[in-house]
């Protein structure tokens, strides 16, 4: 009874993540309504205040929140595992990710409810002493599953996430907890929203041998473009910005943060604002047809994302990774007049999102649920599997586990020497 009730609070607290996101970006959306200027002075000031507190008061809270979790599979130090999973660093990132998403940030909350999550039900296996392997590693795993199941109404993609990004730490003994962990936390998000789709619902399909050649190019662009992204990312994890840039980001970080959210707040006015949040708005009117973006969409929201990344901001890569497929689907419609523009837009968000993460089966299985769309299947099959294929020619080692790698090197460094930037 007790992990139920902490399966709940997992379900309730994405919940409350998701709505206060909602609303964060919903209130900078009427802010730069009434002032469309106002980007430039909010958005270098929340990034650096959001920096301020982070380093001040929740370190550790930075990132994703998916390398950190990975990580503390791989720590064998307690009080190290302690921290990064405390329930103090989850209600900073819920904290700060708000704050960032009201400056405009280009983050999401899906990757720091996988931390939230973790935290939640780890907390609880140590407060009511369960048994050691369960509560090092199968709370864990549990935790992270429970909370992409409750962040994307998505049971399915939570189960195949936490066997594909963490499936060293899965095993047929814990996996009644994991699959308890994510029925509950569902239920309980479900609760507070009904059983919605994140991305409405589309009957788009593809027929045809034109289809198949959308398949084999969004494959092909999406592992090109997601490969190049996650290769940047940890690059500049490992070694940091070249050169002055990088002293000045090491010794100046907040005011660094400052120069992240000038350069972010460019990129949104010369976008039409469109590139500001976590893109999951801009995404589902791409997907539904309701509104025409920029055709440089795709490229400005990866810029921005980018920018949010280096800027050493708590917030997530799925939501903003979702989108900058969205937009590169819409990129490759024109070339195809005879299929579906829907079904065109939905293949390339499964293929950029394979090609960032490298994780074919986690990225196909999320967007169909997500877009309650069984007859793309086979399509998103594809294209996931191309993606993932071609990422990996050009990124070698996949971005969280890389991550990860990186987040566990600097644990074991003293503060003192940790030179490069943050997950």
Not at 133 to 154: D, K, P, Y
Request: contains cysteine.
């Amino acid at each position: 009874m007790i992990f139920w009730i902490g399966a709940v609070v997992v379900g309730l607290a994405a919940s409350l993540f998701a709505i206060g996101a909602d609303k964060a970006q919903d209130l900078f959306s009427h802010l730069t309504g009434y002032a469309p200027w106002l980007p430039l002075i909010l958005t270098p000031l929340t990034m650096a205040l959001v920096v301020f507190l982070t380093r001040r008061y929740f370190p550790g809270a930075e990132g994703s929140g998916i390398p950190q979790v990975i990580a503390t599979l791989k720590i064998r130090d307690q009080s190290s595992r302690r921290q990064i999973l405390s329930l103090r660093i989850a209600t900073g990132k819920m904290l700060l990710t708000w704050l960032a998403l009201c400056g405009g940030a280009s983050v999401g909350r899906e990757g720091p409810t996988v931390q939230i999550g973790a935290a939640i039900l780890y907390s609880i296996g140590r407060w009511v002493k369960l048994p050691r392997q369960l509560s090092e590693h199968g709370l864990i795993v549990a935790g992270g599953a429970a909370g992409v199941a409750a962040a994307f109404n998505t049971p399915l993609a939570g189960i195949v996430f936490a066997i594909e990004e963490m499936a060293r730490s899965f095993e047929e003994k814990t996996s009644g907890t994991l699959l308890t962990a994510v029925i509950v936390a569902g239920l309980a998000a479900m609760y507070v929203f009904g059983n919605y789709n994140y991305f409405g619902h589309t009957g788009a399909s593809l027929v045809g041998t034109q289809a198949w050649g959308l398949v084999f190019s969004a494959g092909l662009l999406g592992g090109l473009a997601g490969g190049i992204f996650s290769r940047i990312l940890l690059h500049t994890s490992t070694h940091g910005l070249p050169g002055s840039t990088g002293r000045w980001m090491r010794q100046h970080p907040v005011w660094f943060a400052a120069a992240c959210g000038l350069i972010l707040a460019l990129l949104g006015i010369a976008s039409g604002y469109t590139v500001f949040g976590s893109g999951y708005p801009e995404a589902r009117h791409l997907i539904e047809a309701k509104v025409a973006l920029p055709v440089s969409y795709g490229v400005m929201k990866q810029l921005a994302t980018l920018v949010s990344f280096l800027s050493g901001i708590p917030g997530g890569l799925f939501a903003p990774s979702l989108s900058v497929g969205a937009g590169l689907g819409a990129n490759l419609a024109p070339l195809f007049p005879g299929l579906n523009p829907s079904a065109i837009i939905v293949v390339g968000m499964v293929a950029y999102f394979s090609g960032l993460v490298q994780a074919p089966i986690t990225a196909f299985v999320i967007v169909m649920e997500m877009t309650d769309n069984q007859d793309m299947m086979v399509p998103l099959m594809g294209a996931a599997l191309i993606a993932s294929t071609v990422s990996r020619l050009v990124c070698p080692t996949p971005l969280y586990k890389g991550l990860a790698r990186n987040f566990v090197a600097r644990q074991s460094r003293k503060p003192e020497q940790q030179t490069t930037m943050p997950v």
